[in-house]
């Protein structure tokens, strides 16, 4: 909750700067601001996101002077860095590897807002600056990942440019100006390097207005309850915080350098590492990891409705699952914040997290093929009888199917098949999809109105001493 | 600690899915450039491997620069009539590391036995004559790339029947499986089960990406796994004298070509594991420090 | 309770028990920065030249191609060299005179490297291209102009060099450098830089 500044310049250079510029005294009162006491790991995510950025942004900038932007270079030049440049590898696989870690920290960090209800007043506004970093993330790691100029990335950004090329009306000419040309080319992958380079500020510059906005009401806390008395329910951040942040920032480090150092290709794809191709398509285009979520909801709408394409209600789809974030803070009618208070709520978010992980299954995996398989394959013979009427006739014996192939005369072109019969990737995305806007549109708003929630505790405080079990009265502990 | 159950299953589950998530991913897969990962998913063939397994896959796994050499020669004779490896240069084969490096040459330019071999690549390099500014080509250097027999792509699919030789730089990044892929497919030239028709200049290979179904005339849940590819079987005829005296037999050509260019693939992975070795041990010692501060900084703080 | 502020101070007189703690603070912070610090340097390492821009440092001139009275010119790394063939005339303006009395002393034959066979070839000339004055690539015989003492004229600020690539007069305040080079055969040179 911000407040008067209490800083106190002390020698006469700070006394001088104070006057000027007061940079000294910005960084002490942040320094000094009253952080509830009770928070816990999962409140450290967001420290552990910004060195994030700063390791992109750093090496990022390295690589830059390394890597060329030209569709004949680009790949000889990634691989030069990767053998020529002195820890060219290093820094390229802190940068490609940073970009996961990046991912994975933001959806525990959104997973977490979620959980506590740090999106709900008087938060809105931290929240939806935080979808937008989001979003400028997504659109930021998009266009890195080109950059390499591997078989996935061309192809990828070939699906996700038609893609914009379906919206009606402007469709074509963002994607034609996203372009640069009539396909991806040259001058897409110039213009993509020059926003990749780019974009990372923005987001810089959207994570100071959030933390400008998280310092107006303070932090929110694991139980929900806002701080009542700034001298019982808070300490200072530095040094509480800073160390503890300092300490969770090191553990995911240690991840971070696992993956670097020794399986710095298990969340990318082999075919990335064949030069692009633009007249020979993968077997199966794939974004990275942490855009198969949204992957898997943009294939799991298959049918039209009324004069709506297919593939138009796929992308609404994609996009609304990341617009829905926008207004979570409305959607959610409860007045208790924290789902440690409701027990309901706090199961449906479980099924929720797991929808969102299964969602990312569906999109590394052909929406055709199964989950698992109901029965052992049988053969299926295709055929036009005698009418013109197309059939279907299963067999499990082959010789039995042959038999009845060769019966058949010529003109009904018959054809064998193996039938494979189980649940479709395709089935579990629509399902899971559901639930992920269900979640939003039914359960949330729901929720709020008929869940009795578990009494809250007076105050930080008073749930602090509850759990450590001194009573609530007596003076705290040996201050 | 309320949440704490719930918090471990969740990063359990993440951690697994940063794994799964590349195995479950599709058949031919991407993924797992170098680490060991096996072909994952049900259908197709589990990948050979050699009598030893990988060692350089390992955490600590070092490249054995005999069987490098060996593996090189095996790439000069047999595979560079039609296979380039332009992301590489003759004096990578000379760092610290590589099949040739000599202590004596800090510099792999001016090792010898890179400069030879270099000299041997005879009319690969185009260049300018300096006199009649004609094109011409020469020699290669130290500092040449390993430029591929073909001018270009459009020579090299006339040459090949259409069909591209791809260059060999990061093979073993660009197919699930690596080195194991490679091996598997130097060992992967069976004959065609009976039923199976095999068109003329193709040959079946256990182990190549594809599908068998349209010319398979059996049961097509039977179909025999692997795929079609224009390239005949290299080593067939091949019968590289091995410098340190190996026996030469056809496995022991395509072990020690798969393992070659695996370190063409990711030379630096000796190096980034060693770098892995001080690092984290580091970081934990850190992590230690930082928790006694924090638990020294708390200690009179109820919370 | 906790105030604002760093340390809290310990109840009962534990000074060793809050030395202790500092130490730790201090042992953490220590060790942090030494970590900072090796992950910098490979990030100010990268900027050294990669591996092929260091393999593109050396080049193979053949002297028998330069003709007599002039130069060839060859760029290595970006950076001039001048081969020059000299006339007998030439070669003994570069033997003759007292050396000792110029701006930079050197003898002619101290400026030449020998060939395998241990014989100068005092016939050819290797110098560096860049007058070491403010860098101007001085001219020379091809150019038409080989200033007052034979050799070489930068035209920039009137640097004037002779048949040994001496600096004779001018601002420029020392020789021509010579290049690391060798013979490899009695016509051809390797320059490195």
Same mark, same amino acid.
Request: charged share 15%; aromatic share 10%; glycine share 10%.
């Given at each position: ?106 959806? !525990? ?64 000419? $963002? ?27 923005? !987001? ?70 064949? %030069? ?73 978010? +479980? +099924? ?111 749930? +602090? ?15 | ?268 992975? $000796? ?29 009179? +703080?109820?919370? | ?74 760029? !290595? ?104 080079? %060798? ?7 390797? !320059?490195?830089?």
């Amino acid at each position: 909750m911000s407040g008067p500044s209490t800083y106190e310049p002390k020698s006469g250079f700070t006394k001088w700067m104070d006057e000027r510029l007061p940079i000294i005294r910005f960084g002490g009162d942040l320094m000094d601001f009253p952080t509830p006491k009770n928070l816990n790991y999962w409140w450290t995510f967001g420290g552990i996101l910004a060195v994030c950025l700063a390791i992109q942004i750093v090496s990022g900038i390295v690589l830059a002077m390394h890597y060329v932007a030209n569709t004949q270079m680009a790949f000889a030049s990634v691989e030069r860095i990767m053998r020529d440049v002195d820890f060219g590898w290093l820094i390229r696989n802190i940068h490609a590897n940073g970009a996961s870690m990046f991912f994975l920290a933001v959806y !525990i960090h959104m997973f977490r807002g979620m959980y506590y209800g740090s999106y709900k007043a008087p938060r809105e506004v931290i929240w939806i600056l935080g979808v937008v970093i989001y979003l400028l993330m997504m659109a930021t790691a998009f266009m890195g990942y080109v950059l390499p100029w591997g078989q996935m990335s061309f192809h990828g950004s070939a699906v996700i440019t038609n893609l914009i090329g379906t919206i009606p009306l402007v469709g074509d000419t $963002v994607k034609t100006y996203l372009m640069g040309g009539p396909a991806i080319g040259d001058p897409t992958l110039n213009r993509f390097f020059s926003l990749h380079y780019l974009m990372p500020f923005v !987001i810089a510059g959207v994570v100071v207005l959030h933390i400008w906005a998280l310092h107006v009401p303070g932090n929110n806390n694991p139980t929900g309850v806002s701080v009542k008395d700034v001298k019982k329910d808070t300490v200072p951040f530095h040094p509480y915080y800073t160390v503890k942040d300092g300490f969770a920032i090191i553990l995911f480090l240690i991840m971070f350098a696992a993956f670097v150092f020794f399986f710095p290709n298990a969340l990318g794809h082999a075919d990335n590492s064949i %030069e692009a191709n633009p007249l020979q398509t993968p077997a199966h285009i794939v974004p990275e990891w942490y855009l198969l979520p949204f992957y898997a909801i943009l294939r799991a709408i298959t049918f039209d409705i009324g004069p709506i394409p297919a593939k138009l209600l796929g992308v609404i789809a994609m996009f609304g699952a990341i617009g829905i974030l926008f207004v979570l803070p409305w959607l959610d009618t409860s007045k208790v914040r924290s789902m440690r208070y409701r027990p309901v709520a706090r199961s449906v978010f +479980v +099924v929720f997290v797991f929808a969102c992980v299964g969602l990312g299954f569906c999109g590394a995996n052909d929406p055709d093929k199964l989950v698992f398989k109901t029965q052992a394959d049988t053969l299926a013979l295709t055929y036009n009888d005698t009418n013109g009427h197309p059939q279907r006739e299963v067999f499990d014996d082959y010789n039995a199917a042959r038999a009845k192939m060769s019966n058949l005369p010529p003109t009904a072109g018959a054809a064998l098949e193996i039938n494979s019969v189980g649940f479709k990737w395709l089935w579990l995305s629509q399902i899971l999809g559901a639930i992920y806007f269900l979640y939003f549109l039914l359960f949330l708003p729901l929720l709020g109105v008929i869940e009795k929630p578990k009494p809250r505790p007076a105050s930080i405080a008073d749930s +602090v001493r509850k759990k450590h079990g001194s009573a609530p009265a007596a003076a705290v502990a040996a201050e | 600690m309320r949440l704490a159950k719930l918090a471990l299953a969740g990063l359990a589950a993440l951690a697994v899915s940063a794994i799964a998530i590349p195995a479950l991913a599709q058949e031919h897969g991407p993924a797992a450039g170098g680490e060991a990962e096996h072909a994952a998913s049900g259908g197709e063939h589990h990948l050979l491997e050699p009598k030893g397994g990988w060692p350089h896959e390992d955490y600590f796994g070092t490249f054995d620069q005999n069987q490098l050499q060996r593996g090189f020669k095996v790439y000069q004779e047999v595979c560079s009539a039609c296979h380039g490896m332009k992301l590489l240069s003759f004096r990578n084969l000379g760092e610290q590391g590589g099949p040739f490096y000599d202590a004596r040459y800090p510099n792999p330019n001016d090792n010898p036995v890179v400069k030879q071999i270099a000299a041997t690549f005879v009319n690969q390099i185009p260049s300018i004559d300096p006199d009649s500014g004609d094109p011409v080509k020469m020699p290669a250097k130290t500092s040449d790339r390993i430029l591929g027999p073909y001018a270009n792509d459009i020579a090299a699919r006339v040459l090949n029947g259409g069909a591209l030789p791809p260059d060999l730089s990061v093979i073993t990044k660009a197919r699930h499986g690596g080195a194991g892929y490679v091996y598997s497919l130097m060992e992967g030239y069976v004959a065609p089960p009976a039923g199976l028709t095999v068109a003329a200049g193709q040959h079946y290979n256990a182990y190549f990406g594809g599908d068998t179904a349209a010319s398979w005339a059996g049961d097509p849940r039977l179909k025999p796994p692997g795929g079609f590819l224009a390239m005949a079987w290299p080593l067939e005829n091949a019968n590289v004298t091995f410098d340190d005296g190996t026996p030469t037999t056809k496995e022991q050509m395509a072990h020690d070509v798969s393992v070659f260019l695996a370190w063409a693939g990711d030379p630096k992975a $000796v190096a980034r594991k060693q770098m892995g070795t001080a690092v984290i041990p580091f970081l934990i010692l850190l992590s230690i420090l930082v928790f006694l501060s924090y638990k020294a900084i708390w200690r009179n +703080v109820e919370h | 309770m906790s105030e604002h502020g760093s340390k809290t101070a310990p109840a009962a007189g534990v000074h060793a028990g809050e030395t202790r703690r500092d130490f730790i603070h201090i042992a953490a912070a220590t060790v942090t920065a030494g970590g900072v610090a090796a992950v910098a340097w490979p990030f100010v390492q990268q900027l050294a030249p990669a591996g092929d821009t260091r393999a593109l440092s050396s080049a193979d001139v053949d002297v028998s191609k330069v003709p007599l009275g002039s130069e060839i010119r060859v760029l !290595i790394g970006g950076q001039p060299f001048f081969i020059r063939h000299r006339t007998p005339a030439e070669i003994a303006s570069a033997e003759a005179g007292d050396t000792a009395q110029l701006r930079d002393p050197a003898t002619d034959d101290s400026r030449l490297v020998k060939m395998q066979d241990g014989n100068l070839n005092r016939a050819i000339l290797v110098t560096s291209g860049t007058c070491t004055h403010l860098g101007c690539v001085p001219v020379g015989p091809a150019q038409g102009s080989v200033g007052e003492f034979g050799g070489w004229y930068c035209p920039c600020h009137g640097s004037h060099y002779d048949t040994s690539g001496r600096i004779r007069k001018g601002p420029a305040p020392k020789n021509l450098a010579i290049p690391k080079y %060798e013979y490899t055969s009695p016509s051809m040179i390797k !320059i490195s830089l």
